[in-house]
């Protein structure tokens, strides 16, 4: 009995124990149950309160006038929204362009060129006495040009990146070419039948301005092949205060100071760049392979550091280029020793050697830019010969390899200021100067440089000066408005084979050592 006694106890004891078990998960899982309860209570009347708060708001009405004048302090409060990105693109490759067509008077230009992207003289030009211009004006703030740019992640922090851009003439159409407006005035009487032209890097090519590829890293810097611009050329679009416009700026316009001495250097073909950010430190270096043989396109090395700090930008560039090429028309007389035709050009050699430096430093609605270049011209150590193959597809005709008895050094410096006067209108002033040795060693010539005004050769020293005023109103996204003019004036050795003085003249008068020029113009322009 005492043992069945026993038994019943440690039986009901287990039970006991199992249901105390068994009462203390259920209330523990009954307190969890309540707390996410109220923690789900709580979140629904924080979204409810939200709900009410967004139903309860009114779209803002902004009229257009008031968005044009947000920065004033009495439309603070109906700013426009900032602009969404409307870039045009598929997968990381994107189209994008510009147009840019006006009008403009020339007080001393030959006719239009439909080949040029740059078209008209209106810096002051060697054949640009035939008397005014008024008409169209292409590209005058900027080149029209249409392009296509892609950047794609291949690996982890690795990109692919390419860039295809042609620049054209948009009064015609037709792609840029300065070197065909060269070839298009072959043989034709100076001064009297030809029309506008310009030494140019581009020669109608089907990507005339870039034609590159490459890898890029945020980490490890961006290397690219192709066709693309020289660290000479990226330096003077960064710090000229009018940069890209044909009509109003020195250095764009005539293309020397960006391709290191010489327009047709601006774009390199062959060409291998490295370029690395190391925080605010900016290092790159380019070259250009030489096609070998009888070919204008020769070596060329450039190296570039720069960094910013602080509103304040610099750029240092350094560079050697090989067979340097200018080209001019095949004149009247002369017998090429290759049959004159489009394709054939004159040109002269020489290696040239660049040193600048440009700097740029915002300061509320101000913005300062200045810059100054030195280049070394002298005779090539590889003379090239009759029949040289240049870019674009033109041949050298004829070849000056002795254009340098001795060494020409070309210095340009300059400066400029822009003012916002609003987010959407600013205003431009830039000052250009730029002067050059007399490089002659004939006692005659030396003596005539001394004498004459300094004028009567191309290698007696002299002087450019150039005054421009630019405004540019942004009225709408993607298009702007912009009125401008510039005047320009060369003397001596700059000066020389000028057809129209100050005076005038239409012909050059003995002594005469000074021609100027001036260019006001309109246009609209639409950027995408």
Known sequence: ????????AAILAFAATAHADELSDIQAQAKQLRDQNATMTKRLADLEKRQKALEAQKPVMINPVDAMAADLPYKAAVKARPPENDDICIKGICVYGNFDMGLTYIQH????????AGPLDTLVSRNGGMGSYFGVGANQMSTSFIGLRGKQEIADNLYAVFNLQTLFNPASGMNGSGTGSI??????????LQNSYGDSSKGGQMFNNAAYFGLSSPTYGTFTMGRQSALSSDLIVNYDPLSGSNSWSVITYQ???GGGGDTENRIYDNSYEYRLNVGPVRLAAEVQAKNGGNSGTGNAFEGNIGFDYMGFSIDVVGGKIFDAIGSAPLTVGVNPAVAMGYGQLGVTVSDDTVFSVGARYTLGPWKFFGGYEHIDYANPNNPLNPGAFLQGGFIASTVNNLAFPSDKILQTAWFGVKYAITPALDITGAYYHEWDNTYATSPTTLAACAALGNSQSSTCSGTLDAVSVVADWRFARHVDVYAGVMWSQVTGGL???FFVNNAGLTTQAVGSN?????????GLRYQF
Do not use: E
Not at 110 to 116: D, E, G, I, N, T
């Open 1 to 8: 009995m005492k043992r069945t006694f026993i038994s019943a």
């Open 109 to 116: 230009s030959a006719p239009f060129a439909s080949v040029a």
């Open 183 to 192: 070839a298009a005035n072959n043989g034709l009487p100076f001064n009297n």
């Open 255 to 257: 293309g020397a100071n």
């Open 495 to 497: 000066a020389s084979n």
């Open 514 to 522: 000074r021609s100027s020029n001036f260019d006001p113009g309109v």
